[in-house]
């Protein structure tokens, strides 16, 4: 696992505790997914409700709270699979 998803998971875990109602999954471009749900966050490639997709440092601005993800997705720095509404409980549970 690489260190951006080792960083990546502690920091997610940091911010959503005990997990996430419903699944989704960060796709890093060039490094590996992370799937986040009731079970809480874990390197993973599983089906889940919503897939973002976005480089290491789109990312890492995210979950640090340097960029915003509703910026970050208009200005098409993160892409976003599957269902939009699961992205925005994500998004607001980041925040």
Do not use: C, Y
């Not at 796709?27 to 919503?50: H, L």
Request: glycine residues 14%.
């Amino acid at each position: 696992m690489s260190d951006i998803l080792t960083h990546a998971i502690a920091a997610l875990s940091d911010k959503l505790g005990d997990g996430f109602e419903g699944s989704a999954k960060f796709r890093i471009e060039g490094e590996g997914s992370i799937v986040v749900d009731e079970s809480g966050v874990r390197e993973g490639d599983d089906d889940t409700d919503v897939t973002m997709i976005a480089s290491a440092e789109t990312f890492q601005g995210i979950i640090e709270g340097d960029v915003n993800p509703t910026m970050a997705f208009m200005s098409g720095k993160l892409k976003i699979e599957g269902n939009m509404g699961m992205a925005m409980k994500l998004g607001a549970a980041l925040s």
